[in-house]
């Protein structure tokens, strides 16, 4: 809508032109009428204009005068000049001082129309560039923890205050189509902006800090706009610094996201309304799961991962955690899972499923997060059980013949795990299950049938020699050991077998 003043010192002229102009088009609209171009200065100041219409003939300040005063103060405002055929030549220095165009009185109504129409379309096409680098601008604001100061003082607002309302659901095309029905029916000034999709950050501007009731207006208006979806709103206090706009969002995404603990249809909260976060703002709700949760992935027993894992989003439930703080636990979960299981990584990544960030956020409930966690961590360990079944019958055939090949030295049980591509838990578990002994106790007898066939084979090594070749340098823990086992020193078990 293009905004018109008309300043002429004749009442019938000024008058007549203010209802020709409003009778042509809701397109345009005149904010006012002056005798004199000092009236409208000294009223500029709260007024929101595009056009002046001016006369060149007025007292105290006449129409060239006002025309060099605007282009100073508020080169924006575009100028038309109105005068008779003997003041041509104030015509032409009022063009030059920046005036649109020049009429001729009395007034040519398809000329004005013209001129006006042009000014409309002009006006429009920049205020599209405005908008466009406004929101380029806005979008790094609520985005960036720290912005420069550059970065906040090019940014210029339409009005002083500003109140932003996060809007999160699947589709949205309702909530814009009432955002852009706001703008237009009800001259509401606002940015529309896509964080990301599926979530909208509108940043509303009015010239003071908004009501209650105007903050809570987009509840029932984008509901009714988006019916039988699933949507949550929140918004933040009304600011009128550019570089508190980050704070704003954050404060309406926090009120948004308390939605996820909402089960109804339409969540709406503004920033006040949210409960005192609780401990858990402190606290790492992780850390009490973390060791029993180990224990489970070393045996590789999902149910129980899948026991405590939902035990962590009881926690979340009690204590209404927000998203943020929900990630954050769920990725140290899947750490611990990569670092007891070392096939996680690439099973995970064979699977290709979407990062747990943008999955978390996509989420309308905590109970819509807790299943897509749970199923796609039930997916990774059930593929990781089911190689570890195909690879148990040869995993322990492969540690045995590497024990006997190597039995002089210390059996690692990490680097055995490794090489297997099995915990070490989940190794010990299957070694006992397939031998009836420990590692420990298959390598001690290994060790121990090698120096017994010595002990009767080789009379010429000596005892401690003996002890050394299998593994046990320390000449007394190896007699000790031998004789535990055997139930003879060595060198008794020597002079038994060459007798």
């Not at 100073?72 to 009022?94: C, D, K, W």
């Not at 404060?251 to 909402?262: F, M, Q, T, V, W």
């Not at 979960?333 to 956020?361: A, G, I, W």
């Given at each position: ?31 006012g ?54 003041e ?19 007034i ?21 560039k ?48 009432y ?14 902006l ?83 976060a ?61 670092n ?46 089911t ?21 002089k ?40 049938r ?50």
């Amino acid at each position: 809508m293009l905004r018109i003043v008309i300043v002429d010192d004749e009442v019938l002229i000024r008058e007549g032109l203010a209802r020709m102009i409003s009778k042509e088009s809701s397109t345009f609209c005149v904010v006012g009428t002056y005798a004199d171009g000092k009236q409208l200065l000294d009223e500029l100041p709260s007024l929101q204009v595009d056009a002046v219409i001016t006369d060149i003939r007025m007292p105290q300040i006449d129409g060239l005068e006002l025309i060099k005063r605007l282009k100073v103060s508020h080169p924006q405002i575009r100028t038309l000049l109105m005068s008779g055929f003997t003041e041509f030549n104030y015509a032409r220095e009022a063009i030059r001082s920046s005036a649109v165009d020049y009429l001729l009185k009395p007034i040519n109504k398809e000329q004005l129309f013209e001129v006006l129409y042009s000014l409309e379309q002009e006006r429009k096409q920049q205020q599209d560039k405005e908008n466009r680098q406004r929101a380029g601008l806005l979008l790094s604001l609520l985005q960036i923890q720290e912005p420069a100061a550059a970065l906040i003082g090019g940014i210029l607002l339409p009005l002083p205050y500003f109140t932003v309302t996060v809007v999160k659901g699947g589709r949205l095309e309702g909530a814009i189509a009432y955002a852009d029905r706001l703008r237009a029916d009800q001259r509401i000034i606002s940015d529309l902006l896509e964080v990301h999709k599926g979530l909208l950050a509108w940043v509303r501007y009015s010239p003071e800090p908004l009501t209650p009731a105007e903050r809570r207006e987009p509840a029932g208006g984008i509901g009714a706009a988006c019916p039988q979806q699933r949507l949550h709103l929140g918004v933040s206090r009304s600011y009128d610094d550019p570089a508190r706009l980050r704070t704003a969002y954050l404060e309406a995404k926090l009120a948004c996201d308390a939605g996820i603990y909402n089960p109804q249809p339409l969540h709406y909260a503004t920033i006040e309304e949210l409960k005192p976060a609780g401990h858990m703002a402190s606290a790492d709700p992780f850390l009490p799961v973390r060791g029993p949760l180990i224990h489970e992935l070393q045996i590789l027993n999902i149910s129980g991962v899948r026991e405590w894992v939902h035990r962590l989003f009881c926690a979340f439930e009690a204590e209404q955690a927000d998203p943020e703080l929900i990630i954050r636990c769920l990725q140290q979960v899947e750490e611990t899972v990569r670092n007891e299981l070392k096939e996680f990584e690439e099973t995970h990544r064979q699977q290709s499923r979407p990062r747990l960030e943008e999955s978390v956020r996509a989420c309308m409930s905590l109970g819509e997060i807790e299943k897509l966690f749970t199923s796609t961590l039930t997916a990774v360990l059930e593929d990781i059980r089911t190689r570890r079944l195909e690879l148990s019958g040869t995993a322990v055939e492969t540690v045995k013949r590497w024990i006997a090949a190597n039995y002089k030295q210390h059996a690692d049980l990490n680097m055995l795990a490794g090489m297997v591509f099995l915990t070490p838990s989940y190794l010990s578990k299957l070694f006992k299950q397939e031998t009836g002994l420990t590692l420990t106790d298959y390598v001690i007898e290994i060790r121990i049938r090698t120096a017994k066939l010595l002990l009767k084979n080789a009379p010429d090594l000596k005892v401690h020699e003996i002890g050394t070749e299998v593994g046990y340098p320390d000449p007394a823990y190896f007699n000790k050991l031998f004789k535990k086992t055997v139930g003879v020193t060595p060198n008794e078990y020597k002079r038994i077998s060459h007798v």
